[in-house]
């Protein structure tokens, strides 16, 4: 089963608006990451953030984690048209030892 | 230097036929990954090479499947006797020590299987 699961599956905005993301987990985890795909290509490293944050930020991205909840939230401020991609979060296998485990994604268009 | 490199970009067979993808981690990396994608779906793990150890195996979804990491730098993962299911991306990812760690991944090789 999935380590690690988003949602919404697809969600769709008008450009300037923001975009929130959120992802589960099932395990206790030493990190959780974010990561972009453009057109079923290779992934983009986005942000990690590690158990003993609760919020991250790099530049339009905004990440948080409840490790209580075993849950993250992406939130992208301000979108833009090459926004549009799709959105996994990714968290270790076991915890933290193991490799990464990736959820099935969050499909984003942002439209002009 | 450069990321992560695969080869080829894109690969046409015929179902039966045997296949090998290459990968190119960069150069320093101790940890590398293969994972599949079928179309609108997320990424599946296949296998993790990490430095010496012996490689954790346990997503390759059958015997057909292999891989192997020479000098503990490009990976060569191997299909047999391919079949229609095996038609997906196959990405490669490197992480500088440990899995958990950032990945940075290629851009992957598109297969279909006829």
């Known amino acids: 089963s999935q380590q690690g699961e988003e949602d919404p599956q697809a969600l769709s905005i008008q450009e300037g608006e923001n975009a929130t993301m959120n992802c589960s987990y099932k395990t206790s985890i030493n990190n959780l990451q974010w990561y972009r795909q453009n057109s079923g290509r290779g992934l983009v490293h986005l942000i990690l953030?590690?158990?003993?944050?609760r919020e991250k930020h790099s530049g339009r991205l905004r990440v948080t984690l409840d490790t209580s909840k075993k849950s993250s939230s992406l939130l992208i401020t301000a979108s833009r048209a090459a926004d549009t991609a799709s959105y996994f979060c990714?968290?270790?296998?076991?915890?933290?030892?193991?490799?990464?485990?990736f959820g099935k994604g969050t499909k984003l268009s942002v439209k002009p | 230097g450069a990321g992560v490199s695969q080869s080829p970009s894109n690969k046409v067979t015929e179902k039966g036929k045997d296949v090998e993808l290459r990968c190119d981690p960069i150069s320093g990396h101790t940890a590398l990954y293969w994972y599949r994608q079928s179309l609108g779906q997320g990424l599946e793990f296949l296998i993790y090479?990490?430095?010496?150890?012996?490689?954790?195996k346990s997503g390759l979804p059958s015997d057909r499947f292999s891989a192997e990491r020479t000098g503990g730098s490009v990976s060569t993962l191997t299909i047999q006797r391919t079949q229609q299911e095996d038609s997906a991306v196959y990405l490669c990812?490197?992480?500088?020590?440990?899995?958990?760690?950032?990945?940075?991944f290629g851009p992957g090789t598109r297969l279909l299987v006829l």
């Open positions: 090479f990490q430095g010496n150890s012996a490689p954790d």
């Open positions: 990714a968290t270790p296998l076991g915890g933290s030892q193991g490799n990464l485990i």
């Open positions: 990812a490197s992480s500088l020590r440990r899995g958990w760690e950032t990945q940075y």
């Open positions: 953030i590690r158990s003993n944050e």
